[in-house]
């Protein structure tokens, strides 16, 4: 059995306002395996982002338990890099404020970056990159500090549709190389079905797990995955399970 990195175990989170309660998850529990690459769909406002904040202990559950192993790179759906930071200096950021800068993590962090076909563009600002470049920097920012999960929250859905096809290839392609584990939060099926070893389909609010399954591709490559016949077999009951 691979060791697991993060449980939530019947998860209750409570958000109080000045109007009111909200209750954003209630008897949430699922599991994430290290390696796994788990991507969950869920209607608008059902507590996605919220689930992702417990997950990376911004957020402390009302109710319930959630255990995690290591620690986590969180990546949003806006690159939020600086703008006036180059990008080396965008990338370098968490060491620097997680005190790890050392001159071999920087290095580290580099060759990480030109693995990845960013050589060019280190001492270069965002602005002059484009929409997928800034993606794939933000990405690798998120992976310079060695995290031993990654947590995405719909880091695609601000690119344009033929933009996030690459961009999606080009991010599943890096994060399997690295042998990440990833939870990957999106309400795109296709997205979903194009890179998750496993799919958790959510309730509306409050989000519980209402379905979970093993894609079982046996095939990484987002492309190649459209274009298998299960992959709409996958569609059609995804959808249904979301509409439900
Ligand atoms: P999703 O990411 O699935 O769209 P969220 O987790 O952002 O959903 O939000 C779930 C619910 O919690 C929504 O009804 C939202 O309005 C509410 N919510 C989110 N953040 C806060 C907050 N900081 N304070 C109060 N309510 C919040
Ligand atoms: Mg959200």
């Not at 920097?137 to 695609?156: K, N, Q």
Request: hydrophobic share 40%; proline share 4%.
């Amino acid at each position: 059995m691979k060791e697991k990195i993060l449980t939530f175990d019947n998860v209750k989170l409570i958000y109080h306002t000045v109007r009111g309660e909200t209750v954003a998850t209630e008897g949430l529990s699922f599991e994430i395996s290290e390696g796994e690459f788990v991507a969950m769909i869920g209607p608008s406002g059902c507590g996605k982002s919220t689930l992702l904040s417990l997950a990376a202990g911004l957020l402390k559950p009302s109710e319930g338990t959630v255990t995690r192993r290591g620690s986590v790179g969180y990546m949003l759906q806006r690159d939020e890099l600086f703008p006036w930071r180059t990008i080396e200096k965008n990338i370098l950021l968490p060491l620097e404020i997680q005190k790890k800068l050392t001159s071999e993590a920087r290095e580290e962090a580099k060759k990480l970056a030109e693995k990845y076909g960013l050589k060019e563009f280190l001492g270069s600002y965002p602005a002059e990159l484009s929409g997928g470049m800034r993606q794939r920097a933000a990405l690798i920012r998120t992976l310079a500090p060695g995290p031993d999960i990654l947590l995405l929250d719909e880091p695609f859905s601000a690119l344009d549709y033929q933009t996030r096809l690459n961009v999606t290839q080009d991010v599943a392609g890096i994060i399997r190389r690295e042998h990440k584990t990833a939870l990957l939060i999106t309400h795109d099926i296709s997205e979903a079905i194009s890179l998750a070893d496993r799919v958790i389909v959510l309730t509306g609010r409050p989000a519980r797990v209402a379905h979970t399954h093993s894609l079982g591709f046996g095939e990484d490559d987002p492309l190649k995955r459209r274009e298998n016949r299960q992959f709409s077999v996958w569609f059609e009951l995804l959808w249904k399970e979301l509409n439900a």
